[in-house]
């Protein structure tokens, strides 16, 4: 099912749904697509506090460019407190434990707020991603939050997104333009070299299997949505 087509039937099959965009290129063409034919997709944006400035201006440009309102999340101000106060700011450099914290309290928790009343959500996760994302389902049931969840850019190759975002002139975040290839928060993400997998700019301290925040856990159990 190509991408219109897709979100289409998501929109008016699964409402209310919401698309959860970290900004990233692939989010930023799915947004596009949203406001072209003026879906019913909710755009949401988790600010975990610690985003890059480049991250933020793409915020208020997506803003400017499409006349859409995209809601933002941001972590429980007492737990980022707690969280530092007992660790240090930094703190997730030390221990995949510390690291994991750290994100379920930016990322993981806001998540679920935002997800609160909504059937369905959409990521911009695709199967090139990751190894561990090579599985990746075009629609999955999330255990986690209890609702349907869809990846229609799962199947799409790194060159079918930038080609999207340059017939369309579609903004995106200029940390692309320095060899980022995966943005996170600021501390967590850098450039990569070639030949280096595009999610090895972040949480480059750790082992591969770890590399992923709680946003998309992949377990054997995770059924098709039908």
């Given at each position: 099912?190509?991408?219109?087509?897709?979100?289409?039937?998501?929109?008016?099959?699964?409402?209310p749904v919401a698309l959860a965009s970290s900004l990233s290129a692939e989010d930023m063409v799915i947004t596009d697509m949203i406001a072209r034919f003026q879906l019913p997709i909710e755009v949401f944006v988790l600010n975990t506090g610690r985003l890059h400035a480049e991250?933020?201006?793409?915020?208020?440009?997506?803003?400017?460019?499409?006349?859409?309102?995209?809601?933002?999340?941001?972590?429980?101000?007492?737990?980022?407190?707690?969280?530092?106060?007992?660790?240090?700011?930094?703190?997730?450099?030390?221990?995949?434990?510390?690291?994991?914290?750290c994100c379920e309290i930016r990322k993981v928790e806001p998540l679920r707020r935002a997800l609160a009343g909504k059937r369905a959500w959409i990521?911009?996760?695709?199967?090139?991603?990751?190894?561990?994302?090579?599985?990746?389902?075009?629609?999955?049931?999330?255990?986690?939050?209890?609702?349907?969840?869809?990846?229609?850019?799962?199947?799409?190759?790194?060159?079918?997104?930038?080609?999207?975002?340059?017939?369309?002139?579609?903004?995106?975040?200029?940390?692309?333009?320095?060899?980022?290839?995966?943005?996170?928060?600021?501390?967590?993400?850098?450039?990569?070299?070639?030949?280096?997998?595009?999610?090895?700019?972040?949480?480059?301290?750790?082992?591969?299997?770890?590399?992923?925040?709680?946003?998309?856990?992949?377990?054997?159990?995770?059924?098709?949505?039908?």
């Amino acid at each position: 099912m190509n991408l219109e087509r897709a979100l289409h039937h998501i929109a008016f099959h699964f409402s209310p749904v919401a698309l959860a965009s970290s900004l990233s290129a692939e989010d930023m063409v799915i947004t596009d697509m949203i406001a072209r034919f003026q879906l019913p997709i909710e755009v949401f944006v988790l600010n975990t506090g610690r985003l890059h400035a480049e991250t933020l201006t793409l915020l208020e440009e997506t803003r400017a460019r499409y006349r859409i309102a995209i809601n933002v999340y941001e972590p429980d101000s007492r737990a980022v407190e707690q969280y530092v106060a007992a660790h240090g700011r930094d703190a997730f450099y030390g221990s995949v434990e510390l690291r994991k914290r750290c994100c379920e309290i930016r990322k993981v928790e806001p998540l679920r707020r935002a997800l609160a009343g909504k059937r369905a959500w959409i990521t911009g996760q695709r199967r090139e991603h990751a190894a561990s994302r090579a599985a990746l389902a075009e629609s999955e049931f999330d255990l986690d939050n209890g609702l349907h969840k869809f990846n229609p850019l799962a199947a799409w190759s790194e060159a079918d997104v930038w080609q999207y975002v340059r017939t369309h002139q579609v903004p995106y975040n200029r940390l692309y333009d320095q060899g980022y290839r995966s943005i996170g928060c600021a501390p967590c993400s850098r450039p990569v070299v070639a030949g280096e997998d595009p999610r090895a700019g972040r949480w480059w301290w750790e082992i591969a299997e770890h590399k992923e925040c709680g946003l998309h856990p992949r377990k054997p159990e995770l059924a098709h949505a039908r």
